[in-house]
C-alpha cells in the first residue's frame, strides 16, 4: 500500500505516531499487557502469593508450576467443557453454514429476497441473553397438564412425554446450540449471499446453456468461486463457538453436563476465586484460536500482495 | 401451450418457496411467542400457551360438554340460574362449591341429568370459565402491566398498577415517575446500557479514525508488520483480559463505574474499527489527497476535511456495529459493572435465574432489551451489512 501514498505527502517523523498514539496506549493497556499478565497469573498459585505448584502434596500428581494448567487440562469438568465445546463447533458451524449457503441461494431466486433475509438476520441483532430467554421460553417444561412452552405443548399434542430440554443430559447442549444456530445463521447467510452475488452470471448461463443441472451448477461453479469465502466463516464462527459464553450462562449455568469452556472461566474467576486456574483457561483459550489468527494474518497479507 | 409453460415453471418455483417460507416462519415464530406472552396477563401466561390465544379461553370446551345443554351455549338460558350474573355465580366462584351444587339433586332429578358429574379438575377449569364470563374475573386478552412492572422494577403478587391504586405499594415505590428509577427495574437499566453504549462507541471510532489515517496515507517504519499485529489483536477472546484488568480496576477504584467500562470496550472496540476504517480511508483516491496537498492543506487539514467527510458511511457501519454489541453484551457489564449500575443484559440475567417462572416480566423485559437493538437494525440494515462484509471477524 505504500507505493499509493503520493511522494508529496510526506511529512516529519513524529507525526504518524502523534495520530497512532492515542489507540496504541488504549490497546496496550487493554490488551497486550493483560494478555501477558494472564499468562503470568497462569503460573502463580490461588492468592498470586508465590509461583503454582509449590503446595501440591507428596504423592499426588503435580505439574509443578504449571499446575494450574493441570486442571485446565485433565480436570473431570474441563474435559467436559472441550468435549460440548467440540461438539458446539461441530454441530454449530455446520449447520449454520449450510444453512447459511442454502437460504442465500434459495433466496437470490425469490422476489422476497430482502424480506425473507431480513427475518433470518434479525435475531443477530438481539443480545444472547434476549435470545435465551426468548428458547427457555420455547423450552418450558410444565410438570402439570398443561405446556406453556411450545416445543413440549408440540410433543405432548403428538402424544408424547414433555422433555425437560434442558436438565436432561443427552439433549441439553444440542438444545443450546439449537439457539446458537438460530443466532448466528444470519451472520453467514449474508456474507455468503454478497459472495454468491459476486459470482459473474455469464459463467453460470454458460454453464446452464452447455447442459448442466442447478445441482451441477452448485457443486461445480459456485462453491469453488465462494470457497474463500466460506473458508472466512468457518474460521470467523470457529471463534465465536470458542468463545461461547452468554447462552450457556442464562440458560443452564452450565449445569446438567453443558459447560463450555469460556463459561467454566467465569466460575473459576468470580464463583471460586481461582484466579491462577482462570487464567490457565484463559491461556489454553487462546491457544486454540491462534491457528485461526495465524490464518487471518495470512489471508490479510496476501490480500495486501494483490491491491 | 405457453399458459402450460408459465404453470410448469411455477410449479418448479414451488419447492423452493415452501422451503423458503417455512424456514423463515421458524425463524419468526420464537420471537412471536415472546413478543405474545408480553402482552397477556400474568393468570393467562402460566394457565396457557400463547397460540391459544387464536382459540377459545381456557374451560370453553368444558362448560359446552357438561353446562351447555340445559344453561346454553351463553350460559343465560336459564333465567334463574343465570351463569352470566355475577351475583349469582359469586356463590359458586370456588370449585367445591360448585361441585357440592352439582351433586345436589335438582327438583327432585339428579342437577347434571344424563351427563355423568365431572370430576375435580374439570369442575375447577367451568368455575374459572364462569368468574371469566360472569365478570367476576374479567380480564382482557391483552394488557401493558407486565411492561410497567418490568419498567418499574415491581416484584410483588399483584400488578404494580393495583398496588398503587390500593396504596399497598412497596416501600421502595412511589408510585409516580420516579419508579423508573427504581435499580430494580427495566427503566434504569435502560438508561444504564444507554451510558455505557454511547460514549463506549465513539471513543473508539474517535480513535481508530485518526490510526486509520496514518495507517493509510503517512509514511512511517513498521507501518506493515504493526498492521499485521492488529489483524492478529482483532480475535484476542476478550475472556483472556478480564483478569489482570478487573484486578488493576480494583486499585484504580474503577470496578463498578462507567469510565472503566468506557475505557475497556474502546480498547476491544479498536482493532476491528481501525481495519474497517483503514480499508475505508485507505481505498479513496489517492488524487484527492495529492490535489489537496498541492493546494498546500497539511495532514491535518487533509484527515478532517477530506477523510473524515468522505467516510460517513463507513463510520455509520462501524458506529452501529459497535453500538449493537455494546448494548447486547453481558459478560463485560457482569464483570466491570456488576449490580452497581446495572444494564439490561445484566438485569435480565439476574431475573432469569432469580425469578425462575415469571414468565410475563421476563418477556416484557427481554423484548424491552431487543426493541432498541431490532429498530436500528430494521432502519439502518444496509450499513450493518456493509460493515460486517468489511470486517467479517470480530473479537
Not at chain 2, 345436589?104 to 377449569?125: L, R, V, W, Y
Request: neutral net charge; proline residues 4%.
Amino acid at each position: 500500500m505504500s507505493k499509493n501514498i503520493p511522494g508529496i505527502m510526506r511529512q516529519k517523523g513524529y507525526v504518524p505516531w502523534l495520530y497512532l498514539l492515542p489507540a496504541l496506549i488504549v490497546m496496550a493497556t487493554f490488551i497486550i499487557y493483560p494478555g501477558l499478565n494472564t499468562l503470568y497469573l497462569s503460573l502463580r498459585n490461588t492468592d498470586n502469593s508465590a509461583w503454582a505448584g509449590l503446595e501440591c502434596k507428596a504423592g499426588e500428581s503435580c505439574w509443578g508450576i504449571f499446575e494450574n494448567f493441570h486442571y485446565a487440562l485433565t480436570s473431570t469438568i474441563m474435559q467436559a467443557a472441550f468435549l460440548n465445546n467440540i461438539k458446539w463447533i461441530l454441530i454449530m458451524v455446520s449447520v449454520t453454514v449450510g444453512m447459511g449457503l442454502l437460504i442465500a441461494i434459495l433466496a437470490d431466486k425469490v422476489r422476497y429476497e430482502s424480506i425473507a433475509k431480513s427475518i433470518i438476520f434479525l435475531p443477530m441483532a438481539i443480545s444472547f441473553v434476549g435470545a435465551g430467554v426468548i428458547w427457555k421460553f420455547m423450552y418450558n417444561y410444565g410438570t402439570g397438564q398443561v405446556q406453556i412452552g411450545l416445543l413440549n405443548a408440540i410433543v405432548t399434542a403428538l402424544g408424547g412425554q414433555p422433555i425437560s430440554w434442558l436438565t436432561e443430559p443427552r439433549i441439553n447442549t444440542l438444545a443450546l446450540i439449537v439457539v446458537g444456530i438460530w443466532m448466528w445463521t444470519g451472520f453467514c447467510m449474508t456474507i455468503l449471499a454478497a459472495a454468491l452475488k459476486g459470482v459473474p452470471v455469464e459463467i453460470l448461463e454458460a454453464a446452464r446453456v452447455d447442459g448442466a443441472n442447478e445441482w451441477m451448477v452448485f457443486w461445480k461453479i459456485m462453491v469453488p468461486q465462494v470457497l474463500p469465502t466460506i473458508t472466512v466463516v468457518i474460521t470467523t464462527m470457529v471463534i465465536n463457538v470458542l468463545k461461547i459464553f452468554d447462552i450457556v450462562y442464562v440458560m443452564t449455568g452450565g449445569n446438567y453436563g453443558t459447560e463450555v469452556i469460556a463459561n467454566r472461566l467465569y466460575i473459576e474467576m468470580y464463583k471460586n476465586y481461582q484466579p491462577g486456574r482462570a487464567s490457565a483457561i484463559a491461556i489454553v483459550l487462546i491457544m486454540m484460536i491462534i491457528p485461526a489468527m495465524i490464518f487471518n494474518i495470512r489471508r490479510f497479507q496476501e490480500q495486501e500482495s494483490t491491491r | 401451450m405457453k399458459t402450460l409453460n408459465r404453470f410448469l415453471h411455477w410449479l418448479k418455483g414451488l419447492p423452493i418457496h415452501f422451503v423458503l417460507i417455512g424456514l423463515c416462519f421458524i425463524w419468526l415464530l420464537p420471537s412471536i411467542g415472546l413478543l405474545i406472552t408480553s402482552f397477556r396477563p400474568v393468570q393467562d401466561v402460566n394457565e396457557t400457551g400463547w397460540w391459544t390465544i387464536f382459540s377459545k379461553p381456557k374451560g370453553y370446551e368444558e362448560f359446552q360438554a357438561n353446562c351447555a345443554p340445559c344453561h346454553g351455549a351463553e350460559g343465560d338460558a336459564i333465567a334463574s340460574a343465570d351463569l352470566t350474573d355475577p351475583e349469582f355465580v359469586q356463590n359458586y366462584r370456588r370449585s367445591f362449591a360448585l361441585l357440592a351444587a352439582l351433586e345436589k339433586e335438582f327438583d327432585g332429578e339428579p342437577h347434571m341429568g344424563e351427563i355423568s358429574i365431572p370430576d375435580e379438575n374439570t369442575t375447577a377449569t367451568i368455575a374459572s370459565y364462569m368468574r371469566r364470563i360472569s365478570g367476576i374475573e374479567a380480564r382482557s386478552k391483552f394488557t401493558l402491566d407486565n411492561y410497567i412492572d418490568a419498567m418499574t422494577g415491581y416484584r410483588g403478587n399483584k400488578t404494580y398498577r393495583a398496588d398503587c391504586a390500593a396504596g399497598a405499594q412497596s416501600v421502595d415505590l412511589f408510585c409516580d415517575i420516579r419508579d423508573l428509577a427504581n435499580p430494580r427495574g427495566m427503566g434504569r437499566a435502560f438508561i444504564n446500557s444507554l451510558l455505557v453504549a454511547i460514549p463506549s462507541t465513539i471513543l473508539p471510532i474517535l480513535f481508530a479514525s485518526f490510526a486509520a489515517y496514518a495507517f493509510s496515507w503517512m509514511h512511517f517504519r513498521g507501518r506493515q508488520w504493526l498492521f499485521a499485529l492488529l489483524v492478529g489483536l482483532q480475535v484476542i477472546p476478550l475472556q483472556m483480559t478480564l483478569i489482570p484488568i478487573s484486578r488493576l480496576y480494583a486499585q484504580l477504584g474503577l470496578n463498578g463505574t462507567f469510565l472503566g467500562i468506557w475505557l475497556f470496550h474502546t480498547g476491544f472496540g479498536l482493532p476491528y474499527a481501525i481495519i474497517l476504517m483503514r480499508n475505508f480511508i485507505g481505498s479513496l483516491p489517492h488524487e484527492i489527497f495529492e490535489s489537496a496537498y498541492l493546494d498546500g492543506a497539511s495532514h491535518w487539514t487533509a484527515f478532517y476535511r477530506l477523510a473524515i467527510p468522505l467516510s460517513v458511511p463507513a463510520l455509520a457501519s462501524l458506529g452501529i456495529f459497535q453500538f449493537l454489541w455494546i448494548w447486547n453484551d453481558l459478560l463485560v457489564a457482569l464483570v466491570f459493572l456488576g449490580g452497581e449500575n446495572p444494564v439490561l443484559t445484566y438485569q435480565i440475567g439476574n431475573m432469569v435465574t432469580s425469578l425462575g417462572g415469571g414468565w410475563h416480566l421476563l418477556t416484557a423485559a427481554a423484548f424491552i432489551s431487543m426493541a432498541l437493538p431490532m429498530l436500528v437494525f430494521l432502519a439502518l440494515q444496509r450499513f450493518f451489512v456493509r460493515g460486517m462484509l468489511a470486517g467479517s471477524v470480530k473479537g
